[in-house]
């Protein structure tokens, strides 16, 4: 056996919904699959990136652009899975992120496009790459599209955002606008602001006053064209 290939091994079964007409009930059985699936499983399902199962310490992130399924665990690979295709892969993260210093890092597409971010530990600086290859290639090509201090143009206005008194703020939480790529929403101890890479301008958006500080929260990402940069 190659030792730089892996192999899909299938059972030849399949589970199938079967409905007798005379008791009007439906039932699970095992029924062996045809031939034409055979050949197109043995041709359609390719793992040809080994993939590693890592420990999660942080919410995945996840997209799906024309119907290839990409995942983020906080690992050194993302996961791929083509739907059309039938085939597992992992992309390479980009090469020049700081290795050691990272707070989080997000995977999210936006206008189409697939971009991965990573949050500098208590910096609260985030850098976001753009990927330029095609989303079905398997060597990913990311280039570097944006670097924010998104921490000190906060506390330039600690009134605004309610931050009198504080030196640093730490991000927890990151999430792209569906449509405008240079826009990322984030959360940090009760509030959610949005932050222009182009502009270098961050806006409240929501604070959950009353709420624990120490609790996470997971932003869900919502394919609105008018998105606005401010929520109120």
């Given at each position: 056996?190659?030792?730089?290939?892996?192999?899909?091994?299938h059972?030849g079964?399949?589970?199938?919904?079967?409905?007798?007409?005379t008791?009007?009930?439906e039932?699970?059985?095992?029924c062996p699959?045809?031939?034409a699936s055979?050949l197109?499983?043995?041709?359609?399902i390719?793992?040809?990136?080994?993939?590693?199962?890592?420990?999660?310490?942080?919410?995945?992130?996840?997209?799906?652009?024309?119907?290839?399924?990409?995942?983020h665990d906080?690992?050194?690979?993302?996961?791929?899975y083509?739907?059309?295709y039938?085939?597992?892969?992992?992309l390479?993260?980009?090469e020049?992120r700081?290795r050691g210093?990272s707070?989080?890092?997000?995977l999210?597409?936006?206008?189409?496009?697939?971009?991965?971010?990573?949050?500098?530990?208590?910096?609260?600086?985030?850098i976001?790459w753009?990927?330029v290859s095609?989303?079905?290639?398997?060597?990913?090509?990311?280039?570097k599209?944006?670097v924010?201090n998104?921490?000190?143009?906060?506390?330039?206005?600690r009134?605004d955002?309610?931050?009198e008194?504080y030196?640093r703020?730490?991000?927890?939480?990151?999430?792209i606008?569906?449509?405008?790529p240079?826009?990322?929403?984030?959360?940090?101890?009760?509030?959610?602001?949005?932050?222009?890479?182009?502009?270098d301008v961050?806006?409240?958006?929501y604070?959950?006053?009353?709420?624990?500080?120490?609790?996470s929260?997971?932003?869900?990402?919502?394919?609105?064209?008018?998105?606005?940069?401010?929520?109120?």
């Amino acid at each position: 056996m190659d030792d730089n290939k892996m192999y899909v091994v299938h059972c030849g079964l399949k589970n199938q919904i079967i409905y007798n007409p005379t008791t009007r009930v439906e039932s699970l059985a095992v029924c062996p699959i045809s031939r034409a699936s055979a050949l197109q499983r043995s041709t359609k399902i390719i793992l040809d990136v080994p993939l590693g199962l890592f420990r999660s310490t942080q919410s995945p992130s996840a997209s799906v652009i024309d119907r290839v399924f990409c995942w983020h665990d906080d690992s050194l690979q993302i996961t791929v899975y083509d739907s059309i295709y039938k085939s597992f892969w992992a992309l390479k993260l980009p090469e020049d992120r700081e290795r050691g210093k990272s707070g989080g890092c997000y995977l999210g597409s936006s206008a189409g496009g697939l971009y991965f971010a990573l949050n500098i530990r208590f910096e609260a600086t985030i850098i976001v790459w753009y990927l330029v290859s095609n989303i079905r290639s398997r060597d990913a090509v990311w280039v570097k599209k944006y670097v924010g201090n998104v921490g000190s143009t906060v506390l330039q206005c600690r009134k605004d955002f309610g931050l009198e008194g504080y030196h640093r703020i730490v991000l927890k939480t990151m999430m792209i606008h569906p449509t405008v790529p240079h826009i990322f929403y984030l959360g940090f101890l009760r509030k959610v602001i949005s932050y222009d890479f182009e502009m270098d301008v961050a806006q409240l958006v929501y604070n959950f006053s009353g709420r624990s500080p120490t609790e996470s929260y997971k932003f869900l990402p919502y394919e609105w064209y008018q998105w606005p940069r401010h929520l109120l």
